[in-house]
């Protein structure tokens, strides 16, 4: 597609549920990075890939939360045993590696969990 | 403290003005700065970047860098009612791709 795809883009689940975000990236995109974004903030970082390799994940909360991204393109967010903290608007961006070039922020995910 | 601090706002300029925008950072080894603008309800896009010391201009935007005082601003000469919006400066430590950490940013009205 011509830009980033997030799926689903509402996701509403009961406490203790785990969920599976995605994240389909402009096509040729290197890197792959997953944001939280809570109303009135800005992005807050949870991880990135260049290619299928997780670069940083310095951002995940705990360890509930994993992303992986397999062969370099699709990535997948994973929460495990949700808590009601942990809803809020899950955004995906990519970006090639050169110097410069800008991240290519989705949609986005709205995660609410009851 | 946080890593990237900006005015929340909200500020408010007539149309045609210059609104300016600002920003500072902590993180001494910094090296890329960006502005996006994010409208409500949508997903951020990016407005302007800089890596060096000084004013780049881009249309009717400047960035503005200053590392020894660890400040980046953002200018929008002529503002239009369509530059209403939140503007997030966002900083990263390398000149590719990597970790990039966003203020909360500013919330700009212009006013017709």
């Known amino acids: 597609g011509a830009g980033v795809s997030q799926s689903p883009r509402y996701k509403v689940t009961k406490r203790g549920q785990d969920v599976a975000l995605r994240c389909d990236p402009i096509?040729?995109?290197?890197?792959l990075y997953w944001y939280r974004q809570a109303l009135g903030q800005g992005p807050e970082f949870l991880t990135y890939?260049?290619?299928?390799?997780?670069?940083?994940k310095s951002g995940l909360p705990n360890d509930r939360f994993s992303a992986e991204r397999p062969e370099g393109s699709i990535s997948t967010l994973t929460i495990q045993r949700t808590e009601q903290r942990d809803s809020a608007m899950y955004r995906c961006?990519?970006?090639?590696?050169?110097?410069?070039?800008?991240?290519?922020f989705g949609d986005g995910t709205r995660l609410s969990i009851l | 403290q946080k890593e990237v601090e900006q005015n929340s706002g909200p500020l408010s300029v007539p149309e045609g003005a210059i609104a300016s925008l600002n920003c500072t950072y902590s993180?001494?080894?910094?090296?890329?700065f960006f502005w996006y603008r994010q409208y409500s309800g949508k997903s951020p896009e990016l407005i302007m970047f800089?890596?060096?010391?000084g004013d780049k201009e881009d249309g009717r935007f400047t960035a503005q860098l200053n590392k020894a005082s660890q400040y980046v601003s953002l200018l929008i000469r002529d503002s239009q009612p369509s530059d209403s919006a939140t503007y997030l400066c966002?900083?990263?430590?390398?000149?590719?791709?990597?970790?990039?950490?966003f203020g909360d940013g500013t919330t700009l009205t212009v006013k017709p």
């Open positions: 961006a990519s970006s090639s590696d050169s110097k410069g070039q800008p991240q290519h």
């Open positions: 096509s040729g995109h290197v890197s």
């Open positions: 890939f260049n290619y299928e390799a997780q670069q940083d």
């Open positions: 993180d001494r080894g910094s090296q890329s």
């Open positions: 800089i890596y060096s010391n």
């Open positions: 966002a900083v990263t430590k390398g000149l590719a791709a990597g970790k990039s950490t």
